[in-house]
């Protein structure tokens, strides 16, 4: 079973400057994470989608962050314009949520390290 | 406030010692506990998930302990090997109703195996 792919693994931007992650979830996985970790940190929530409709938005710094799941499946993540504290890696994450289970395994990707100079 | 506090922030051990990582967390309603681990440069792998009803869970040399009275897990690592360097996150799952579920993470414990 292929895992969580997420494009680019590395990006260097200097700020002021426009970003985009692309994430591809497990076939079949219905709900999708963006995560951002800061070095040191353990991974903040951003954004989470069930198919294409968002769940949870509330840590989005929606002024400049935006994503979006169109069909469902692949995502977006972009921020416009990117700052020096956006520094950090934006991991994305899926799960299948089946029902009436007691927990919903997270598989992560590898991560997209982002460096705003 | 759901948090989740880990020690200790780092650790150097040798190569075939055993070591044991703690986990407190103050998440309300408890799903279940889970950790993880980092290697450098990857997303997360989990390790270990329980359930309220579980006191213990083994996967090869990694023992996972939980105590839902008193709020705290731990990881035990048996044998440790170079491999086992990384980074080892705690993360309690709240669920509010359905599939969905809030994890709240820890900050991670930055483990280092030395020969």
């Known amino acids: 079973e292929a895992g969580v792919a997420q494009s680019p693994r590395y990006k260097i931007i200097e700020k002021r400057q426009s970003v985009a992650f692309w994430c591809n979830p497990i076939?079949?996985?219905?709900?999708l994470y963006w995560y951002q970790q800061i070095l040191g940190q353990g991974p903040k929530l951003l954004i989470q989608?069930?198919?294409?409709?968002?769940?949870?938005d509330s840590q989005l710094p929606k002024d400049r962050f935006s994503a979006e799941r169109l069909k469902g499946v692949d995502s977006t993540l972009k921020i416009q314009p990117a700052k020096l504290e956006d520094s950090a890696v934006y991991l994305c994450?899926?799960?299948?949520?089946?029902?009436?289970?007691?927990?919903?395994?997270?598989?992560f990707g590898p991560g997209t390290r982002l460096t705003v100079l | 406030k759901n948090q989740v506090e880990q020690s200790p922030q780092s650790l150097i051990i040798l190569e075939g010692k055993n070591c044991t990582l703690q986990?407190?967390?103050?998440?309300?309603?408890?799903?279940?506990l889970r950790w993880y681990k980092q290697d450098t440069g990857r997303g997360p792998v989990s390790l270990t998930i329980?359930?309220?009803?579980?006191n213990t869970k083994s996967n090869g040399r990694y023992t996972a302990t939980l105590d839902a009275d008193t709020k705290q897990s731990s990881l035990h690592i048996t044998a440790s090997q170079l491999s086992d360097s990384a980074s080892y996150i705690c993360?309690?799952?709240?669920?509010?109703?359905?599939?969905?579920?809030?994890?709240?993470f820890g900050t991670g414990t930055l483990l280092a195996v030395q020969p």
């Open positions: 994450a899926s799960s299948v949520d089946r029902q009436r289970v007691s927990y919903n395994e997270q598989f």
């Open positions: 076939s079949g996985h219905a709900t």
């Open positions: 989608f069930q198919n294409n409709g968002v769940v949870d």
């Open positions: 329980m359930t309220f009803s579980e």
């Open positions: 986990c407190n967390y103050t998440v309300s309603p408890f799903s279940n």
């Open positions: 993360v309690v799952s709240a669920q509010y109703g359905g599939a969905t579920n809030k994890l709240i």
